[in-house]
């Protein structure tokens, strides 16, 4: 693909796509993450003399409607004080623009447009007539096939990769395209469900793949042993089956955890109790991952080559079950593996156990980050690479 970094920008009208769909409580924004990790492109695209827009979404609201709940002025007024610089939002932008150079606009929610979503060609071409070069920079929205992330790069005199999202492509590459061996990959969250493809696909090319979470419940029930109340998935039970079929033929695995933490109800006032996995009783639910298993992950982390990470192995909210996510989250920083994880809940893990400088790579993708896991070319990258061979 063409590289923004390779471009010359001076005095060019460059529009860079960023994902700054960051959380927002009463005007302000919550956890600011993605809008630092898209400065370094920002500020690029200024060092390089360009007359700057930038566009995203944030949240999800009804096309063809303003609503001041998802207004990007939170996010304005953020880049205000980052780049010490008057950043303009600007709400009426499809007819045309005026931006000096060296100025930065920030575009109203690209989701308040009719058509964004349906990737329309209309609206496409209207935000591809704005620019002079278009930048695709939001790694974290890039599996979306929408007007601003996908169409307008069609119409684009020129659309590149932002160094964001080249960043992005290249950790991911490094981790699972040639990764350094042993390959450990640890998917946790709640339901085996929403991660079944991601599942999938890892089961094969990994050496390790870690179960952790909800998931690991069904992976327990699977190789025959009770969970009580657990949350888990009786309809899945043959297909965890499938996928340690599939992870031993390829000469992995994927452990069954020897101990569990349980309570008796989802609180945070619950009392943990470590149980052996043949020990839990019909009122029990499991929560985290016991001590020995954390034990045992922990010495799995520490000779892997490469690690990547989506999903907490237990309820970390609750600190009395955060136990296995923190052990987990410690065994990784410590390791001298590369490491990448991606992911909202567990980038909160990383917050919660102070071990962000410690890892490798940390993605600004949560379904993006998925889709790359489970193999599928992402369709922003897809018309990247049509772009540069034309
Ligand atoms: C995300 O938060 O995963 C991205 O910003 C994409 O948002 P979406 O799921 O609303 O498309």
């Known amino acids: 693909v063409i590289k923004m970094t390779d471009l010359d920008l001076s005095g060019k009208r460059v529009l860079i796509r960023e994902d700054l769909n960051v959380p927002v409580k009463e005007g302000k924004v919550t956890s600011d993450a993605r809008i630092r990790a898209s400065l370094p492109t920002i500020k690029l695209a200024l060092e390089k003399g360009a007359k700057v827009m930038v566009m995203s979404h944030l949240g999800r609201p009804t096309e063809g409607e303003y609503d001041a709940q998802y207004s990007m002025q939170p996010v304005v007024d953020y880049l205000n004080d980052a780049l010490t610089q008057n950043v303009r939002l600007v709400t009426d932008y499809l007819d045309g623009v005026e931006v000096a150079d060296n100025e930065v606009v920030v575009f109203e929610n690209v989701r308040f447009n009719v058509g964004e979503k349906k990737d329309d060609e209309t609206l496409a071409k209207q935000l591809a007539a704005l620019c002079d070069v278009y930048v695709m920079d939001a790694f974290g929205t890039a599996h979306r096939a929408q007007a601003s992330t996908h169409g307008v790069g069609l119409f684009a005199p020129i659309a590149c990769a932002g160094p ?226 034309v």
Do not use: C, H
């Open 164 to 389: 964001l999202l080249a960043a992005e492509l290249d950790a991911l590459g490094k981790a699972l395209d040639n990764p350094a061996r042993p390959l450990v990959a640890i998917v946790g969250g709640s339901k085996v469900s929403t991660k079944l493809t991601v599942l999938d696909s890892l089961s094969t090319v990994v050496d390790q793949l870690v179960a952790g979470g909800g998931i690991a419940n069904t992976f327990i029930a699977a190789a025959g042993y009770p969970v009580g109340k657990s949350l888990y998935e009786k309809d899945l039970i043959a297909e965890a089956n499938k996928l340690t079929d599939a992870a031993r033929a390829n000469n992995g695995d994927i452990p069954v955890p020897t101990d569990v933490v349980v309570g008796s109800e989802f609180s945070e006032s619950a009392v943990a109790t470590i149980k052996n996995v043949n020990e839990i009783t019909d009122e029990d639910m499991i929560f985290d991952i016991g001590p020995e298993t954390a034990n045992t992950l922990a010495k799995i982390i520490e000779k892997a080559g490469t690690v990547v990470w989506n999903g907490p192995v237990g309820v970390f909210e609750f600190d009395q079950f955060g136990n296995g996510t923190e052990a987990i989250a410690n065994a990784i920083a410590k390791s001298s593996a590369f490491s990448i994880a991606g992911g909202g809940d567990t980038l909160a893990a990383i917050d919660k156990y102070g071990v962000a400088g410690d890892i490798s790579y940390i993605s600004t993708g949560g379904g993006a980050f998925l889709e790359f896991l489970e193999g599928k070319k992402l369709p922003a990258v897809a018309m990247l690479e049509k772009r540069a061979n």
